[in-house]
């Protein structure tokens, strides 16, 4: 099978610049179909009470917490969701092995991701995660329209879980838009991060994830 062909290779996406170079390499390796059954909802953090508040703490089962949401658009709906999901909030921490992380496309689990692509996803949101490395999130200012398309204004929103330091401890997060790109001319960006590293690191993110969804179809015609 094509896919099949396609899902044993090695894809490599690079974001140049003269400040920073990323590279993002993904090794899916599925063997059935991607989309089989929805994740378990008790395992993300968000429906655990316990961490409604605090939730960099984990519960007692290990739960999930959404530190990466990559939204598709158009006009003001979401058309698709493409999140990634992890035990620990803080990007700092090590990566430790298996069952840490997990990637869904609009709820539905996405199997056997390599595990460097878990540990670049969990790495990459660092500097756009938090205000000493992204140097805070700008809200730009909408720009004159020049677009005559019809239809709809289409675009990606990338939502990272932004944290809040003080004495090197998390005292804070929430779910932020930091960066997002137009898929049309009618769409107009509205978020990105004031430091240029970051900028670029983010749309390295936006690229690792809009590639597990294509590479990761399956045979359903999803």
């Known amino acids: 099978m094509i896919l099949k062909a396609i899902c044993t290779g090695l894809?490599?996406?690079?974001?140049q610049s003269s400040a920073f170079?990323?590279?993002?390499?993904i090794l899916l390796t599925n063997q059935q179909p991607r989309y089989q059954q929805p994740v378990n909802t008790s395992r993300v953090c968000e429906n655990d009470p316990a961490l409604l508040e605090g939730n960099q703490q984990l519960s007692s089962d290990g739960c999930y917490k959404l530190l990466l949401s990559m939204k598709y658009l158009s006009e003001n709906t979401v058309t698709k969701e493409v999140n990634f999901y992890g035990t620990e909030i803080d990007p700092n921490?090590?990566?430790?092995g298996h069952g840490q992380f997990l990637v869904t496309v609009d709820?539905?689990?996405v199997p056997d991701l390599n595990d460097g692509t878990y540990w670049r996803l969990h790495q990459l949101r660092r500097p756009?995660?938090?205000?000493?490395l992204s140097q805070g999130?700008?809200?730009l200012e909408p720009r004159k329209a020049v677009c005559k398309l019809a239809g709809p204004a289409m675009g990606i929103l990338l939502e990272t879980?932004?944290?809040t330091y003080h004495n090197d401890q998390i005292i804070h997060d929430e779910m932020r838009p930091v960066y997002d790109i137009p898929l049309n001319c009618l769409y107009q960006r509205k978020y990105q991060p004031a430091n240029e590293k970051a900028r670029e690191v983010a749309r390295g993110v936006?690229?690792?994830l809009r590639t597990i969804d294509e590479f990761s179809l399956g045979e359903t015609g999803y």
């Open 11 to 15: 894809f490599l996406f690079s974001i």
């Open 206 to 208: 936006m690229e690792t």
């Open 128 to 132: 756009f995660s938090y205000d000493t």
């Open 137 to 139: 999130i700008q809200k």
């Open 107 to 109: 709820g539905i689990e």
């Open 93 to 96: 921490v090590i990566y430790s």
């Open 21 to 25: 170079d990323v590279t993002t390499y």
């Open 161 to 163: 879980c932004y944290l």
